[in-house]
């Protein structure tokens, strides 16, 4: 069996105190849990199995930095760096990777990001793969569907908008109208407290974003679907655009690699400190993260060589 790899898309914030640190506002953070007084950076990392690590970063500025000409500049952002979504500044990332000739990887995502009907076509876009996270209140049409265009009207009056016929469910509907064995029991990794498993369903389905915001229709993709047994309902929920002939198994390997994303903040926060940073400046700050990341790959190189030559002497 190949084994799994994956680019991980994601965000992570850095708590600050004040006002002058270049990127800080008061906003969401998944480190805080809530609404806090933080920055936040988006970052791509590289995944397999067995280790991981990020490849590039790219601080968030909020509206209110980036119409600041004159905070912006004392915090030596560049001058006219434009507002750039969570989603744009993604893309970006994704487009260095490509840009340095870097091997195609899935792109792997929380809703956060797999929600964004845009970033998974600016995926598609760039020919890549994606295994996303979705939320369960996601509209989907269980067999493809296109519009309607009404007969127009002999007479005068607004031309009638063309329909479709029926309506798109949402994703825990769909999930509870599976028949049992739509089910199957799948272990996806060995972890230190034994074998991960989880109950899993995947069918083909039509993203319902065309319908519901008067785009064009979306192609079919996976829907990937966790429903613990003991559960009152799904666990998680993801859209993929991997062949049809994809094997449930490897869509649920793909799918469970994001955890390691966290395992990744974690070393780099409390053991490189990377959210230690002290100073305000664009400059510092991205200094900072790019020494921090390459202490972290010289740490990971360092431990594979370990466990080379590790085994070589046992053998």
């Excluded at 970006?92 to 076509?121: C, K, M």
């Excluded at 509209?139 to 009638?160: D, I």
Aim: glycine share 8%.
């Amino acid at each position: 069996m190949l084994p799994a790899a994956g680019w991980i898309v994601d965000d992570s914030g850095f708590p600050k105190q004040g006002k002058e640190s270049v990127g800080v506002a008061r906003q969401y953070s998944g480190t805080l849990g809530k609404v806090g007084n933080c920055q936040v950076a988006v970052a791509v990392h590289l995944t397999t199995e067995a280790e991981s690590m990020p490849l590039d970063w790219a601080l968030y500025l909020p509206r209110a930095w980036t119409e600041d000409a004159e905070r912006c500049r004392k915090a030596g952002v560049p001058e006219s760096t434009p507002f750039r979504t969570k989603i744009a500044l993604a893309l970006e990332l994704i487009d260095h990777l490509l840009a340095w000739g870097l091997s195609r990887q899935p792109v792997l995502a929380d809703a956060g990001y797999g929600n964004n009907t845009e970033f998974r076509q600016g995926l598609v876009d760039r020919q890549l793969h994606y295994v996303v996270g979705v939320e369960s209140s996601t509209a989907v049409w269980e067999k493809p569907t296109q519009r309607v265009q009404p007969r127009s009207r002999a007479s005068r009056g607004r031309p009638r908008r063309p329909y479709y016929r029926g309506q798109p469910r949402a994703l825990r509907d769909l999930a509870a109208a599976l028949p049992a064995e739509s089910w199957r029991t799948l272990t996806w990794r060995q972890g230190s407290q034994g074998p991960q498993r989880g109950r899993f369903a995947a069918c083909r389905v039509q993203p319902a974003h065309g319908h519901v915001r008067d785009r064009p229709e979306l192609p079919p993709v996976w829907l990937l679907i966790e429903w613990p047994a003991e559960a009152e309902a799904p666990a998680k929920y993801w859209f993929s655009n991997l062949p049809e002939e994809i094997s449930l198994r490897r869509l649920v390997r793909l799918a469970k690699l994001r955890w390691r994303v966290e395992q990744n903040y974690q070393q780099l926060k409390e053991e490189l400190g990377l959210d230690h940073y002290e100073g305000r400046g664009w400059p510092g700050w991205h200094h900072h993260v790019t020494l921090v990341c390459l202490a972290y790959a010289f740490l990971l190189l360092e431990r594979q060589r370990h466990k080379k030559n590790s085994a070589s002497d046992v053998a």
